[in-house]
C-alpha cells in the first residue's frame, strides 16, 4: 500500500487517524491508544512513510495491533505462553567452561538471578551444560504470576522481549526497571558474544543480529511509552 494520506492526527481518544478517518488494526479494529506517548509515537510512524508502507520500520503500530487483535481476546493465555520461558531460563544454563564465559555469564546474569529471588522470594536450580533440568514448581508458579498480572499492552511489549532473549527473568527485570534495556541485552545475548569475538561473524549473522536488536529494542521502548 502507497501513501495515500495527507494528515495524520490523534483525537481524545487516542485513536490515530488519517485525513480525519481512524486507522484500523488487521482485525479491523479502530487504532485506539489510551497511552498518550504511544499515540504520538504510532502518528509519528505513519507521518514518516514515504511511498509504500513499510511495516518493519512501524514497530509501535506492529506491537500496538498484537495487543488489541492478538492478545486482549485472551490475556491469561498469552501471559501463559510468555511464562513457559521460565521452565527454562537463558540465565539458569551456564557454560562449564572456558573460565573467560563462565564469569561473563555470572558477571551478567548473576545480578538478574538474585534481584528476581528477592524479588519473588524463589529458588532457582542453576544448570552447568545444557540438560533440562525443571525449575521448582513453586518458581514457576510465582513467575506466572508475575506474568498473568500484566496488561495486554505490557505483555505486547514483552513479548519480543522474552522470545529474543528466552530470558523470563531479564524481561520483568525490564518491566520493573531493576535493569535498563541495555543490560537485559548485553545478559542475553552474551553468549553470542562470546562466540563472535572468537569466531567472527559473516553477512548472514550480522544480519539476524540486527533483526533481533531492533525487534528487541522496539519491545523495550514500547514498554517506555506506556508510563
Known amino acids: 500500500m502507497k ?25 479491523r479494529v479502530p487504532l485506539a491508544l489510551p497511552f498518550p506517548a504511544l499515540a504520538e509515537a504510532v502518528a509519528d510512524e505513519w507521518r514518516a512513510v514515504e511511498g509504500e508502507i513499510d511495516p518493519r520500520a512501524m514497530p509501535m503500530t506492529g506491537l500496538s495491533n498484537a495487543a488489541i487483535d492478538r492478545i486482549a481476546p485472551d490475556v491469561p493465555a498469552f501471559a501463559a505462553s510468555l511464562a513457559t520461558f521460565g521452565e527454562s531460563d537463558l540465565l539458569c544454563y551456564r557454560a562449564p567452561e572456558p573460565e573467560a564465559l563462565v564469569e561473563r555469564q555470572a558477571q551478567l ?5 538474585a534481584w ?35 496488561s495486554a499492552w505490557e505483555l505486547a511489549g514483552l513479548s519480543p ?6 530470558s523470563l527473568i531479564a524481561a520483568l527485570a525490564l518491566v520493573e526497571r531493576a535493569a535498563s534495556a541495555d543490560e537485559v541485552w548485553r545478559a542475553v545475548e552474551a553468549d553470542e558474544d562470546w562466540q563472535t569475538e572468537q569466531w567472527g561473524r559473516d553477512e548472514v ?8 536488536r531492533r525487534d528487541f529494542f522496539a ?3 514500547f514498554l517506555d511509552l506506556l508510563a
Open 116 to 150: 528476581a529471588r528477592m524479588r519473588y522470594d524463589v529458588h532457582f536450580e542453576i544448570v552447568h551444560g545444557i540438560m533440562h533440568t525443571r525449575q521448582p514448581q513453586a518458581t514457576t508458579a510465582r513467575l506466572g504470576e508475575a506474568m498473568a498480572a500484566r
Open 219 to 221: 519491545g523495550a521502548r
Open 161 to 166: 522481549i522474552v522470545t529474543i532473549g528466552g
Open 205 to 212: 549473522s550480522i544480519a539476524a543480529l540486527e533483526s533481533r
Open 109 to 113: 546474569w548473576d545480578p538478574l538471578l
Open 3 to 27: 501513501r495515500f494520506w495527507t494528515d495524520v492526527s490523534v483525537d481524545a481518544a487516542g485513536v490515530v487517524a488519517l485525513d480525519g478517518k481512524p486507522v484500523r488494526t488487521p482485525g
